[in-house]
T-cell receptor, first 114, second 111 residues
Framework: DTAVSQTPKYLVTQMGNDKSIKCEQN?????MYWYKQDSKKFLKIMFS???????INETVPNRFSPKSPDKAHLNLHINSLELGDSAVYFC?????????????FGPGTRLLVL | SQQGEEDPQALSIQEGENATMNCSYK?????LQWYRQNSGRGLVHLIL?????REKHSGRLRVTLDTSKKSSSLLITASRAADTASYFC???????????FGTGTRLTVIP
């Protein structure tokens, strides 16, 4: 069974469109994260949610809006997509959000904005 | 920035050789973790070392931490072709509950 799953795996879209990426974890974890990995492989945290509440919100444009309907799901909606949004987006989860915990990553969503 | 920086950016070795990757960071930490990323996949946790530890082993992995130099190293002994991947260090900051990753070291093990 996949612990952290993301859909879609690939997303190709035009500038200005709105798109969503879904993430689900079946580990029973309380905390979920979204990361962005750019073309240079730099991995940067975007958001973290603990039990459906926003905990971390790094300096991310407000075109990005995470939504957590329950603690097993954290979706990412992106409005008015821009070329610079092209990247790989990873969802991750950890038991309770402490930095010393292992984070479990999904397989990534490769977003290409044309 | 609190992010770790891995060195070298890329490393190519023959199967059976040892691979050493280094990580430097800028602020005080509680813990440092190493993760591995196979091409096209998500990151997988390898090992965690706490700030009061100097060395830790897990199978063929050996991690050291020097908090005075704000650096860590990951040694993979007797490398295998399957070890080919990118390796990232991730640091927390004291008082922070999120991890800061660098850009990773891309390791290629040639069979």
């Amino acid at each position: 069974d996949t612990a952290v799953s993301q859909t879609p795996k690939y997303l190709v879209t035009q500038m200005g469109n709105d798109k969503s990426i879904k993430c689900e974890q079946n580990l029973g974890h309380d905390t979920m994260y979204w990361y962005k990995q750019d073309s240079k492989k730099f991995l940067k945290i975007m958001f973290s949610y603990n039990n459906k509440e926003l905990i971390i919100n790094e300096t991310v444009p407000n075109r990005f809006s995470p939504k957590s309907p329950d603690k097993a799901h954290l979706n990412l909606h992106i409005n008015s997509l821009e070329l610079g949004d092209s990247a790989v987006y990873f969802c991750a989860s950890s038991l309770s959000g402490l930095a010393e915990e292992t984070q479990y990553f999904g397989p990534g969503t490769r977003l290409l904005v044309l | 920035s609190q992010q770790g920086e891995e060195d070298p950016q890329a490393l190519s070795i023959q199967e059976g050789e040892n691979a050493t990757m280094n990580c430097s960071y800028k602020t005080s930490i509680n813990n440092l973790q190493w993760y591995r990323q196979n091409s096209g996949r998500g990151l997988v946790h390898l090992i965690l070392i706490r700030s009061n530890e100097r060395e830790k082993h897990s199978g063929r992995l050996r991690v050291t931490l020097d908090t005075s130099k704000k650096s860590s190293s990951l040694l993979i002994t007797a490398s295998r072709a399957a070890d080919t991947a990118s390796y990232f260090c991730a640091t927390d900051g004291t008082g922070a509950n999120n991890l800061f990753f660098g850009t990773g070291t891309r390791l290629t093990v040639i069979p």
